[in-house]
């Protein structure tokens, strides 16, 4: 996903993009012996970048990348040095109204679950979370896509993705914390959102500023996945606030 900065940001920035277990070319561990939940990537993504001697960086956070980030940076706030959000939440208000199929799974993960798998796991959502409404359809590579289905499809994808999905209730319950320690640090900020993205609330870029007033924003005419279509703006966006 991110191989469109690589290719434009390599030359000035040391560039890190792990997978996270259970997805990419990570391993997926059988989710018997394996507890895909936030606090656990954060766990590891801690250790993967001591493992790698990263004591200073800036954490890129998109969509799951938020939750992970966050608390990445409150547990070692000394080693971040700017976070830059792409279409991830931390407010309740965020999610939106299209999570209320995934609202109702977490309420009752037993009586939601197959509901939950088509709303998240099928071809059409896949489609949705690439284009959104994006009036432009003929910029995206359908294989965007149909990739990600096929990945979504995988065996043993279903239950990685059901667990990972119903430990996101935790997020939420995490975002007051998020909040508040935005407002006490005050990090550089760097917030880029797709306003095609109909994944989340169109608001949500302006409650990051509500709580880091010096917050640099950035709506861009791109849907979920921003760098899909943006990738150029994106690298100059990033490169400017990198200086």
């Keep these: 996903?991110?191989?469109?900065?690589?290719?434009?940001?390599?030359?000035?920035?040391?560039?890190?993009?792990?997978?996270?277990p259970g997805f990419g070319h990570s391993d997926w561990p059988d989710p018997k012996e394996f507890a895909y939940t936030f606090d656990h990537y954060a766990e590891i993504m801690n250790h993967f970048t001591e493992a790698l001697g990263l004591s200073r960086?800036?954490?890129?956070?998109?969509?799951?990348?938020?939750?992970?980030?966050?608390?990445?940076?409150l547990a070692h706030p000394k080693r971040v040095e700017a976070l830059i959000v792409q279409d991830a939440v931390a407010h309740n208000e965020g999610l939106g109204a299209n999570w209320k199929t995934r609202r109702e799974f977490w309420k009752d993960r037993v009586a939601n679950e197959n509901a939950l798998r088509t709303n998240l796991l099928s071809l059409q959502t896949a489609r949705t979370r690439h284009v959104g409404n994006d009036p432009n359809v003929d910029r995206y590579d359908p294989d965007l896509w149909?990739?990600?289905?096929?990945?979504?499809?995988?065996?043993?994808?279903?239950?990685?993705?059901?667990?990972?999905?119903?430990?996101?209730?935790?997020?939420?319950?995490?975002?007051?914390k998020w909040q508040a320690w935005m407002?006490?640090?005050?990090?550089?900020?760097?917030?880029?959102?797709?306003?095609?993205?109909?994944?989340?609330?169109?608001?949500?870029?302006?409650?990051?500023?509500?709580?880091?007033?010096?917050?640099?924003?950035?709506?861009?005419?791109?849907?979920?996945?921003?760098?899909?279509?943006?990738?150029?703006?994106?690298?100059?966006?990033?490169?400017?606030?990198?200086?």
């Design 183 to 243: 407002r006490e640090k005050q990090p550089r900020l760097l917030v880029i959102w797709g306003k095609y993205d109909l994944s989340f609330d169109a608001g949500e870029p302006e409650r990051y500023r509500h709580d880091v007033p010096k917050a640099e924003v950035h709506v861009l005419d791109a849907g979920h996945f921003a760098l899909d279509t943006a990738a150029d703006e994106i690298a100059h966006i990033v490169r400017t606030f990198m200086r």
């Design 57 to 73: 960086y800036t954490l890129y956070m998109q969509d799951y990348g938020g939750p992970v980030g966050f608390r990445m940076a």
């Design 146 to 176: 149909t990739d990600e289905f096929a990945f979504l499809n995988q065996p043993g994808q279903a239950q990685i993705q059901s667990d990972l999905f119903y430990d996101y209730r935790t997020n939420v319950d995490s975002y007051p």
């Design 1 to 20: 996903m991110f191989e469109p900065l690589f290719a434009r940001l390599s030359d000035r920035y040391h560039l890190v993009a792990p997978d996270y």
